[in-house]
């Protein structure tokens, strides 16, 4: 059993939590997920490392109550324990030998986009972090990405908070402004990473991105987060999560993102009955 010792609220459906698990702790780097499971009939869900304690054993995760899983996750309150946790697992994301990166985080996403961007600050490159949300009700993060980076810039689609717009707005204000970067890092909704990559491909600036999202077992054994990369067959959780975001093809992703959305949603609906007491 893993107890948990911190839980925030970040916003009406976002949560942090932070989870007793030393091993892990001193283990994981940026870009790498573990799996957890709540309790012992939940299942197994992938959720990528927000950041790490090692001092006092602590692994922190940041997750969106989407699913039944999630929902599950979020009943349990400090000094509760999850059933396990299981870690780090894929590959980290390479934050080394740069001069200067954009990261840019969308959604729920800025919360694998900050250790990221924290890990290239601390190893020497100028981050700049642009982070995207719907309005402002969604923002998560803002006063830890503006600590790290050397330049900070939050949008929302209605202009609720920081700028009116989108990311890729601001990314290619950047670069034609005349700002030249080694790479640029997107993590966010599939959507949102494709048009990043449409962007940075038409002014040359090489761009990695997570396909995090679409993992579901997490060891490459049921397929479910497999993905064509440059012509071939890759699995997200083995893989990657990390990849040359000029490669991916992101019109068959999306296309399989929706396969089980109508499962998902019963799910999801009768986890809210079983939590709210309704049956």
Do not use: W
Not at 34 to 59: K, M, Q, W, Y
Request: aromatic share 8%; proline share 3%.
């Amino acid at each position: 059993m893993y107890k948990i010792v911190f839980k925030q609220k970040l916003n009406d459906l976002v949560t942090k939590i932070g989870v007793a698990a030393p091993e892990i702790a001193s283990a994981a780097k940026a870009g790498q997920f573990v799996i957890l499971r709540p309790f012992d009939d939940s299942e197994r869900i992938p959720l990528t490392v927000h950041d790490c304690d090692a001092d006092n054993g602590t692994v922190f995760v940041i997750y969106q109550k989407m699913g039944r899983t999630t929902m599950e996750l979020d009943t349990l309150n400090e000094g509760e324990s999850l059933c396990d946790i299981v870690g780090p697992l894929g590959n980290p994301t390479v934050t080394h030998g740069f001069k200067k990166v954009a990261v840019v985080g969308g959604g729920v996403g800025c919360a694998i986009a900050f250790p990221v961007a924290k890990d290239l600050k601390k190893n020497g490159a100028q981050v700049t972090c642009i982070t995207g949300f719907r309005s402002s009700d969604l923002v998560i993060l803002e006063k830890e990405f503006s600590q790290i980076s050397d330049s900070f810039y939050l949008m929302t689609d209605d202009g609720s908070a920081g700028e009116h717009g989108l990311v890729t707005n601001k990314l290619e204000e950047l670069i034609l402004s005349g700002e030249k970067f080694d790479e640029v890092i997107a993590i966010g909704p599939i959507i949102m990473m494709k048009f990043v990559c449409e962007l940075t491909k038409k002014y040359g600036v090489k761009t990695i991105i997570s396909m995090n999202s679409i993992m579901v077992d997490g060891t490459g054994m049921c397929g479910g987060c497999r993905l064509t990369v440059d012509g071939e067959t890759k699995f997200a959780c083995v893989d990657g999560p990390d990849f040359d975001g000029h490669k991916v093809d992101f019109d068959e992703c999306m296309r399989r993102s929706t396969f089980y959305k109508d499962f998902e949603t019963r799910e999801r609906e009768k986890a809210c009955r079983l939590l709210e007491g309704k049956i």
